[in-house]
């Protein structure tokens, strides 16, 4: 939806080694990475990452932030200067602890207030993001 209103590039995040199909399997790979503060290898990279100002970042929540690959992709970059605008889908928890996260990684990039989408909400919320994509620029 956010791609389709901004016209925007879209990046798949992907790691080398595949999150389970099943969802309780991924969960529990998830706690496992989290517990272990894990830095998955990615398989796909931006090449040009220098090109963009402003960075629209989507994640699901998972144990209280975004997945460990995350982590590891705005560990990979140099945001300084950037904008990050944070997404997620969750179950519960909104954003838990996720932009304090990217601000912790990415400080010296301004990131703005993020918006939470509960998943089985997702279909449906698409008043909510143009309003929230309109908010923010």
């Not at 945001?79 to 010296?108: A, M, W």
């Amino acid at each position: 939806m956010i791609q389709g209103i901004t016209e925007g590039d879209l990046f798949e995040i992907c790691t080398v080694k595949p999150y389970p199909v099943d969802y309780t399997e991924t969960t529990a790979v998830a706690a496992a990475e989290k517990r272990a503060n894990a830095r998955p290898a990615l398989s796909t990279h931006v090449l040009n990452m220098d090109q963009y100002d402003t960075i629209i970042l989507g994640y699901p929540n998972w144990w209280g932030t975004f997945p460990m690959a995350v982590f590891t992709f705005l560990e990979e970059y140099d945001f300084t200067g950037k904008t990050i605008l944070p997404f997620c889908t969750h179950e519960g928890s909104g954003l838990g602890g996720s932009e304090r996260d990217i601000r912790n990684l990415c400080p010296k990039a301004k990131v703005l207030p993020g918006l939470a989408i509960r998943g089985g909400s997702v279909k449906g919320s698409g008043v909510t993001i143009k309003s929230w994509l309109s908010k923010n620029g």
